[in-house]
């Protein structure tokens, strides 16, 4: 199954290709998974940074299981918890059964903009 997230990437994941695409200090959203044979990317994993991607990124770069990650900027702490949420409902709770829907930023109560998901 082929997921489609409205981020820029996929890129090859690793420090300096990170630090190089990814503006630091910007909050945002991003995607780490693995290509396939005909070079699709599949996440295996959702995030997001209410403050700086680009350093979030840098913290997940030393696990194997992902090659590659993809990004996408955010202007509004509730923006980038919406869009984690999209995310979340497109890629992550179908891969994985046991995922834990993203929580909103620490003193913030946004809800999760799908109108079927009770968070």
């Known amino acids: 199954m082929i997921f489609e997230l409205s981020h820029k990437g996929p890129f090859e994941f690793n420090p ?6 990814v503006e630091a200090g ?14 699709r990317f599949h996440p295996l994993k959702i995030g997001r940074s209410d ?22 900027y955010a202007y509004t702490l509730q923006q980038a918890y919406e ?16 995922a834990v829907h993203p929580e ?9 903009p799908n109108p079927w998901c009770n968070r």
């Open 104 to 112: 909103p930023p620490a003193g913030h109560d946004f809800r999760c």
């Open 26 to 39: 910007q909050m945002g959203n991003f995607a780490l998974g693995k290509l396939d044979a005909a070079d």
């Open 16 to 21: 300096e290709t990170v630090k190089n695409e």
């Open 51 to 72: 403050t700086d991607v680009q350093a979030e990124l840098l913290r997940w770069a030393h696990f194997p299981q992902y090659t590659h990650f993809s990004y996408q």
């Open 83 to 98: 869009l984690e949420c999209k995310n979340f409902h497109t890629v992550v709770s179908q891969l994985n059964k046991r």
